[in-house]
């Protein structure tokens, strides 16, 4: 993953940063219960809600954990209460061990930067053992990396080696270990503990992909401090006294105007967004009758106001009223008293308002003032007492909500310490550049004028003349253009320059600027230069980039997005009685859309749910329209469904799509349903909004589904069900909502392709060839174009968790590769989800970028752009026609039409080299942007994860399709997995060739190694491998040697080599069962008490083996298994009357546990579906004990019960694997069940592998079809 890099502008600034001493950042409280590094955004707390040992977590890096104590027998307490104390900035987590009766108690700090953790626990028990306390360092973030202990440095080594213990000691311990060149985490040993050693896990009985600093405590009491460092600088002391001194440094050196420069409006909007809109989206209701404006008559201190002008909002459709300035936020201490002040003044008697607070909504929460049509000056004095995060507070002064009309004044704005205003305190030097284009967005005729503005204000007496090093770099960081340039200002003096723009090709921009002399003068932009796509009239139908909420900005039309989808066409709204219609809003959105030239889709209902903006749930559907008011039958965050009468659902179908009859094409039915109603409850109002639709337009288009997330251990169970419920009818077109935090390629571990591909065979079941349409989706990030010394906001409030990738590239680059692979698979648009614009949630800093397409300033990120360069690109070759994969990671998207064909090709993962030796076909090559890029006769074409397009103007898409598939790519073409098999009856080596391109291939395999005692009938094998699948290649065994050792095969393949191991089984009947898999199953008898739960399966003697080892066993994750050493399973069941009885040996090679046990299927586990009937049925998870972290015990679960059921269960791990000995109690898990001989059940399991966390690899007995919601595909068990 990219990382945003740092601009050092000048050999100056690089003698100046060499001469500093830098500190690594502070980790802060916050109120929630946690420690932050708000640059980073590095938090530091519990690891999850259900457990108390603690995690430091670095973005894009695995995380460092904290766990114990650890008492004998790796046991460790449970959690607990947690309370935080945000006055003390302290929060303590209890935990308790009831069979040891341990009371734990961890009390975790705020001090001087750092975090002081105390350990603490109390119990009237002995050990004869030392308790410990661990600390993970993972090897996936270390291994390479340098700690320094005690001053002393030590490698830690990335391949295993000859050195279990790296390091011990008995002295108080500074342990240093470095993250990057920059930044160290700190941990400080300070009491408690008698010694410590640093180990290479690798060397544990089962290998544990980390090191650890293993902790022997001394006594009851422990406390270390965790700090991040830079490379030199000391650890901050933890001492009481030490902290308060900081503070007060802190105080002493800050500046008497926490603003900074800006504050007083001289130098345009630096550090301050004033704004006037009246509505989510300004594009839903009328522009305000003048946006906020410095004024240079009308000024109390330098030669600037600003000025806002109230508004009647309900004239212009609005329906909130934000009409301010909104300043950059200030990170405030709670236990101090704070004043803002502000000069102002009316041409009326008008309200006005002032809040400083974390989170602003209308600037109600602070001060309301009667403002004169005198300057005065007005003051609000609080205590910043309310906040979640980090207490980093908003400004606010604005027009009371309640004015229609009038202007305000606004000056010399201060936030200070203390409980009064002093005197107004600007910067000696202000200054700010400005792109003032419109959206910072130039068609390339407008650019050739373009000018960026400078402008300065010297609040001092004395001149300033300085030189202002300025540096424009492109997307991919190049620098195209630098400059220095004199500036001098005089005393007391404001100074706006012009300063030219030099020629550039379309593409996105970013500048820095610095003052070389004193690092005052700093200040960035961002623009962008596109050219408007020309098109007469509406846009195509068949046009792949729409964009959500959007209604009719020229902007986004001359973009290149042909579609918008909209929510205001609401049952209430159109129909709010049965015989009163309102199209009053809808008209302007319609007339608008046509105006600009853009397909309209609106969402009809829009939700029969409570939306969360929504005091009440009826705001879509009428009162008299209701049927029944119920709780949702699928999720508890609804508790109030509004379903409405069918004939009255029909009417309102039939209206609106019948006033619109010609305009408007599309229609989608509802939102993202099957986030509150069930499938059946669905069907029935598609349906008939199907048939009310076509009533009043027959060639309208109705899109049915439009279900989010949709995904449940397999692709679509929803929308499957409507499909089926259906018939796959009433739809012209299927939507879905594919919303992740992954790559396009790899969503849901298969990628977005993949997935549309399935729902077409869900369709074509029923013989519907229908478009797939991609409706709703975007990303966000904390890594945004600007630098936080621009947009004022530590990445904790830049946005949601939720769909968060690396950084703005990656966003830009997802968003588009989602759109070119939804349109050439589904052959339909993909709709970006947020409103563009949107000036109002990005400007006020509070959902700061979400899910948004423009940064905070209103400037465009780079997907906009890229979208117009796709745009021009497949304007008259808008025709889809497939994608095609040409090795491992390299796609090709293809589109054609009358003005030829074009291709875009992109690596998903890297960069890599696509050789054209086959020159036949002429065509011209584009980067992302849609700038023509020229290539030698000779030149290879490099490809990254940016797309890059070709057209061919002469060619057709069949020439074209075969000319890719003779495209040498540097990628990978193939992958092997597999195993030993029997086939018909014989036993063979069945290796599959997974062809990762799209072109048949014919692989030569070779057997280059086997173990000792094997014999092969052949050893080298050829066939032919279609594209994008699985083909089994077959080696006779003649022998088998010893099955009591694991089997190795090493096969090589177009330069590639892959080893199948198959893990050591104890007989060869065994091995037989091992690979004869059946879907039925039996339990032998036992008498009671004849088997002890204690984890050794040596007393389980006879029975079926039921065996899950072969590819076709897997359910998901079928590209991360490589063979039955990596997952696979045996199993056999016995009964008696009071237990059924599993004793399973799971293979298993990389051992990962991660999270409770009620979510077993997240972590290695397997996990058992058991019923006595189709309808009385429980799923089980059963995971093992580990030695690593804090899972030192087995444990079960029962999902239907929401307990463990009274299962016993115990684990042992095993080379390769682990064995778990389970007994279920009949009665609790089915009450009125007795268990009888020939009593057969049905049954299935699985085995949940997860090597790395977040994908799993699961394994079924069931193949197929099998399913574990569709119990009647489950196997059986008969009890003998």
């Not at 830690?156 to 790296?166: A, Q």
């Not at 090093?469 to 960081?477: C, F, L």
């Not at 940016?946 to 790519?969: E, G, I, R």
Request: glycine share 6%; with cysteine; charged share 20%.
């Amino acid at each position: 993953m990219r990382m945003l890099q740092i601009y050092i502008l000048g050999i100056v600034f690089i003698g100046l940063l060499a001469a500093e001493t830098v500190n690594a950042e502070d980790l802060t409280f916050a109120p929630t219960g946690m420690f932050i590094g708000p640059q980073s955004n590095t938090t530091y707390k519990t690891r999850a809600s259900w457990s108390a040992d603690l995690r430091l977590q670095m973005p894009g890096k695995d995380p460092v954990d904290f766990s114990g104590p650890i008492f004998p027998g790796y046991k460790i307490a449970k959690v607990g209460d947690t309370k935080v104390d945000a006055q003390k900035k302290q929060v303590i987590y209890t935990q308790h061990r009831k069979e040891m009766n341990v009371d734990v108690t961890k009390t975790l700090t705020a001090r001087n930067g750092s975090v002081l953790n105390l350990i603490e626990y109390q119990t009237d028990q002995s050990f004869d053992e030392d308790v410990m306390y661990r600390i993970f360092f993972p090897l996936e973030t270390f291994a390479g990396k340098q700690i320094i202990c005690n001053g002393k440095p030590i490698e830690l080594p990335v391949e295993k080696g000859k050195n279990y213990t790296l390091f011990t000691g008995t002295k108080p311990l500074e342990l240093r270990v470095n993250v990057d060149e920059n930044t160290q985490i700190g941990i400080k040993l300070i009491t408690g503990f008698k010694s410590y050693t640093i180990n290479d896990c690798r060397f544990h009985g089962k290998p544990e992909s980390h090191f650890h600093l293993y902790i022997r405590l001394d006594g009851k009491k422990f406390q270390y401090q965790v700090s991040l460092l830079s490379p030199d600088q000391p650890f901050p002391s933890v001492e009481q006294s030490a902290t308060d001194n900081k503070q007060q440094a802190q105080t002493s050196n800050q500046e008497v105007n926490l603003l900074g420069q800006g504050s007083g409006f001289e130098v345009g909007p630096v550090r301050l967004n004033p704004y006037a809109y009246y509505s989510w989206s300004e594009s839903y209701s009328d522009p305000a009758t003048q946006q906020p404006t410095f004024d240079d008559q009308h000024y109390v201190e330098g030669k600037y106001s600003l000025r806002l002008q109230a508004d009647d909002i309900k004239k212009l459709s609005g329906r909130f009223n934000m009409n301010a300035v909104m300043f950059k936020r200030v990170r405030l201490d709670p236990s101090k008293t704070y004043t803002l002040s502000a000069w102002l003044k009316s041409d009326s008697n008008m309200k006005a308002t002032m809040e400083c607070a974390e989170n602003i909504w209308i600037g109600m929460g602070g001060k309301t003032i009667d403002v004169t049509d005198q300057w005065e000056r007005y003051s609000y004095t609080f205590k910043p007492t309310k906040y979640k995060l980090l207490n980093d507070a908003m400004t606010w002064i604005g027009i009371h909500p309640s004015m229609k009309s009038g202007k305000l004044w606004i000056d010399a704005v201060q936030l200070e310490e203390g409980g009064q205003a002093t005197d107004y305190a600007p910067r000696s030097l202000e200054f700010g550049a400005q792109i003032k284009q419109k959206y910072k967005l130039y068609t390339e005729q407008e650019y050739q004028k373009a000018n960026m503005s400078w402008s300065f204000r010297n609040n001092s007496e004395r001149p300033w003349t300085s030189e202002i090093h300025y540096q424009i770099r492109d997307y991919w960081d190049n620098v195209v253009f630098e400059k220095t340039r004199t500036q001098s200002i005089a005393g007391n003096g404001n100074l706006n320059v012009q300063v030219p723009l030099p020629s550039l090709p379309i593409g996105y921009y970013r500048v820095k600027l610095l003052d070389q002399n004193h690092q005052v003068c700093r200040d960035e932009a961002i623009f962008g230069i596109y050219q408007p796509i020309q098109f007469q009239g509406i846009m195509p139908f068949n046009w792949p980039l729409g964009c959500d909420a959007a209604e009719g900005d020229p902007i986004v039309r001359g973009l290149g997005f042909g579609w918008t989808r909209d929510w205001q066409f609401r049952f209430k709204r159109i129909l709010p009685e049965p015989d009163r219609t309102d199209f009053t809003l809808t008209d302007i959105i319609v007339e608008r859309c046509e105006k600009a030239g853009i397909n309209l889709m609106p969402v009809l209902g829009s939700a029969f749910g409570l939306h969360p903006w929504e005091t009440d749930g009826s705001d879509s559907i009428p009162d008299w329209a209701v049927d029944e008011i119920r709780p949702s039958s699928i999720s508890k965050r609804f508790d109030k469904v509004y379903f409405p009468k069918i004939n009255a659902w029909k009417k309102y179908i039939r209206t609106v799509v019948g006033r619109y009859k010609g305009r408007i094409k599309a229609w989608e039915i509802l939102n993202e349903p099957n986030c509150w109603v069930s499938a059946e409850e669905y069907a029935p109002y598609l349906k008939a909004a199907y048939e009310a639709a076509k009533e009043a337009d027959p060639d309208c288009i109705i899109v049915g589904g439009c279900a989010t997330s949709d995904w449940n251990g397999e692709p679509a169970p929803w929308t499957q069900k409507v499909i089926d419920l259906l018939k796959g009818q009433y739809m012209d077109v299927l939507s879905i909502h594919m919303y992740s935090h992954q790559a396009p390629e790899d969503y849901l571990d298969q990628g977005s392709g993949e997935f549309l591909k399935q729902l077409k065979k869900m369709l074509a079941v029923y013989d519907r060839d229908i478009p797939i349409w991609h409706t709703e989706k975007s990303y966000n990030t904390t890594n945004v174009g600007y630098t936080e010394d621009k947009h004022g906001m530590t990445p904790l409030y830049l946005a949601e968790s939720m769909f968060r990738v690396e950084d703005f590239r990656d966003k830009a680059e997802f968003l588009i590769r989602e759109t070119l692979i939804d349109y050439a698979v589904g052959k339909g648009p993909f709709f970006w989800f947020g409103n563009m614009p949107n000036h109002l949630f990005i400007s006020s800093h509070r959902k700061a970028f979400g899910l948004q397409h423009i940064e905070y300033d209103n400037s465009p990120t780079p997907e906009l752009i890229a979208a117009n360069g796709l745009a021009r690109l497949i304007q008259g070759r808008n025709n889809p026609v497939g994608l095609r994969q040409l090795s491992a990671h390299v796609y090709a998207a293809i589109y054609e039409g009358p003005k030829g064909v074009l291709v875009a090709l992109w690596d998903a993962k890297n960069q890599s080299t696509i050789q054209i030796k086959d020159r036949s076909l002429a065509f011209e090559a584009y980067q992302f942007f849609g700038v023509q890029k020229s290539l030698t006769p000779n030149q290879d074409l490099e490809l990254g994860t940016a797309p890059s397009y070709l057209v061919f103007k002469n060619a057709t898409a069949q020439q074209v399709s075969d000319w890719l598939m003779n495209l040498q790519t540097s990628g990978k073409q193939v992958s092997i997995s597999g195993g030993l098999e029997v086939e018909n009856d014989q036993l063979v080596l069945a290796a599959y060739v997974h062809n990762l391109t799209s072109n048949t291939l014919k692989p030569i395999l070779k057997i280059t190694d086997y173990p000792k005692g094997w014999q092969l009938s052949k050893h080298s094998l050829t066939l032919a491998s279609p594209g994008m699948t699985y083909t089994r290649f077959v080696f006779p065994v003649i022998k088998h040697g010893n099955t009591s050792q694991p089997a190795m095969f090493k096969i090589a393949c177009q330069g590639h080599s892959t080893t199948l191991s198959f893990p050591s089984v104890p007989s060869s009947m065994n091995l037989k069962a091992f690979l004869n898999a059946n879907a039925q199953s039996h339990a032998t008898a036992v008498r009671n008490s004849q088997i002890k739960i204690d984890g050794d399966l040596g007393e389980w003697q006879g029975g079926s083996y039921n065996a899950i080892t072969k590819p076709e066993n897997i359910a998901s994750g079928r590209d991360q298994w490589q063979d039955p050493a990596d997952t696979s399973a045996l199993t056999r069941f016995a009964w008696d009357d009071q237990y059924l009885y599993i004793a399973t040996h799971v293979y298993d090679d990389v051992l990962e546990r991660n999270c409770e046990i009620s979510k077993g299927y997240a972590s290695d586990c397997f996990e058992f579906f058991l019923g006595i009937s189709v309808k009385n049925h429980r799923q089980f998870f059963m995971a093992p004990a580990t030695k690593s972290q804090q899972y030192n015990q087995a444990d079960a679960w029962c999902k239907e019960l929401k307990s463990d059921a009274g299962i016993q269960i115990q684990s042992k791990q095993s080379q390769g694997g682990y064995d778990l000995e389970v007994a279920i109690p009949w009665h609790t898990v089915f009450e009125q069940f007795t268990p009888q001989a020939g009593e057969k059940l049905i049954m299935s399991f699985q085995i949940c592998d997860v090597d790395t966390p977040g994908r799993p690899t699961e394994t079924r007995m069931n193949w197929g079809s099998g399913n574990w919601q569709k119990p009647e595909l489950w196997g059986n068990l008969i009890l003998q």
